[in-house]
């Protein structure tokens, strides 16, 4: 895939940080991976294994020591406005109502506040909470703190979605809820989503392809692979099927791995 073609392209990509000692600590060596607009990328790997490290570099947080970062066909030079970024912890203000919290961006980019409101209010109904929009987030469960955040960002319409580990601290349950919520609102308008977990099943159910990186530091992407469940999916049936389980076992054979040489670093010192 071409620059010109990709909503995020990696190209060569490799970050290094200078640690307190002033040694340098590699953690992900270099990278090229390109996410076409539309497509659902995920990113699966141990932990520490730079997976959030490159989604900041496509964020524009994170200044690669080498190669380039490109969004939908431009070199990226800053922040990158296209996209909305999910955290795994919540970015609500304790002291603003779900409807406020939704539409504070929106007036932070000079929309008038009563349409900012407005259209906080169709997308916290989007999200399932329209009778909750008066709400401070002490008195939503973590769920419904989710769909806010989700809600916080979608209502500035970016191109490009950046997610990471967004339903991590959420229990098995809601998780299954969120996922099936998020592809209910991909389907609608196809966003690029580049999303960052450790769910294995999680990312299988939700993404186009599953990429796989290797265990840090100098971490690198071993794995690429196509999802070819068909779309619409259900999160709750998908792990009925005999091809989810086919998928999975090709996956984590690359994964295991690594996933078994993070421990033996751990427990080297």
């Not at 490290?53 to 690669?64: Q, V």
Request: charged share 20%; net charge neutral; aromatic share 6%.
């Amino acid at each position: 895939m071409t620059t010109a073609q990709a909503a995020v392209e990696l190209a060569g990509v490799a970050i290094t940080f200078v640690l307190a000692d002033g040694s340098r600590y590699e953690a992900v060596s270099p990278c090229s991976l390109a996410v076409a607009p539309g497509e659902f990328v995920a990113i699966v790997g141990p932990t520490g294994c730079g997976k959030s490290t490159l989604l900041n570099a496509a964020a524009g947080l994170l200044k690669p020591s080498a190669g380039t970062v490109a969004v939908l066909g431009r070199a990226l030079q800053g922040l990158n406005a296209d996209a909305g970024y999910l955290f795994q912890q919540d970015a609500l203000m304790p002291w603003k109502t779900a409807q406020d919290n939704v539409a504070i961006g929106l007036e932070v980019a000079g929309m008038a506040r009563a349409e900012a409101l407005d259209r906080a209010t169709a997308m916290l109904a989007r999200v399932g909470l329209k009778s909750f929009a008066a709400r401070y987030p002490h008195q939503l469960s973590g769920g419904q703190r989710k769909r806010v955040g989700l809600a916080q960002i979608l209502v500035r319409e970016p191109r490009i979605l950046l997610m990471d580990e967004p339903f991590g601290p959420l229990d098995a349950q809601t998780r299954l809820i969120m996922g099936d919520l998020l592809l209910s609102l991909w389907q609608t308008d196809r966003k690029a989503v580049m999303f960052v977990t450790h769910d294995l099943d999680e990312a299988i159910s939700l993404a186009d392809r599953v990429v796989v990186m290797s265990a840090g530091p100098a971490a690198r992407i071993i794995g690429d692979f196509a999802i070819d469940i068909p779309r619409p999916r259900d999160m709750t049936e998908l792990k009925l099927l005999p091809r989810f389980h086919e998928l999975h076992a090709r996956i984590w054979t690359a994964l295991r791995e690594e996933v078994r040489k993070t421990y033996q670093f751990a427990e080297a010192g």
